[in-house]
């Protein structure tokens, strides 16, 4: 997966419809129509194209500095901008995990749908030499992406693997912090997701994701549009579910922050809709329990 790709035209929404409740075959149709989705928004960028322009279909243009202004709305300072290859900002996105992430060098991040590496490579500056970042997509073109990316900006702590966020390909209880930016509404299973992030993490270990989130229970038309599903808005879950997940997952400190202020960017995500009735952006945070010392 790679991060959120609102779909304003739906010129990169998937191609088939998902219902609330999918089946396995479901389940599977959802990540092929997504990955063919996110696999146009590389190629278009590789190409330098955009899909659409602004904060229309995929959240891309050709202009960089169009992107830059998009990142700067979701909460990136330009000097973080400046941090990071070009081409790993695509303008994607719904906020910025790093920033409630309080990563300490040495760590050992795990990024959830890395995309073009934006994350990964900021995450990077601050885990240092001693630490390490994994990035996981399961597209194969924004896995190439990522890569090169990383070779571009000479980043020997960041790797980048193949995989579905819901089976993760890191080792049991290997990192210390796992972020994620708009991308986890976009799986099929979403308490699987925080199931194997669960395992991934250490004792202590964190979670720190921007996601889209409902605030109210979105009509069964939004939540079968094809484009809204691709936008990370169409299959976006209750506050109080997410809690739920969580928690069975087996989380502590659980702790979801909506912002209202990203209502303004997220209208021009599906423009002609009322879809902010509904779904806002927001922090969301919680802990591995174990991670005590002790006293003294």
Known sequence: MSDCCPPASGCCAPEEQTAKNPSHADHDQHRQSVRSAYAQVAQANNAGEGCGIGASCCGTSDDGAINT????RLGYSKAELDLVPSGADMGLG???PKAIAALQPGEMVVDLGAGGGFDCFLAAHEVGHTGHVI???MTPDMLSKARANALKGMFENVEFR???IE????ADESADVIISNCVINLSPNKPQVFRDAFRVLKAGGRL???DV???VELPEAMRNDAGLIAGCMGNASLIEELEVMMADAGFEQIRIQPKDESREFIKEWAPGTNITDYVVSATIEAVKPGGGTGCC
């Open 69 to 72: 202004l998009i990142s700067t």
């Open 208 to 210: 720190a994701i921007s």
């Open 135 to 137: 990035g996981v997509d």
């Open 167 to 170: 089976h993760l390909p890191i």
């Open 162 to 164: 193949l995989g579905e």
């Open 213 to 215: 989130v409902a605030t």
């Open 94 to 96: 719904c906020g910025n």
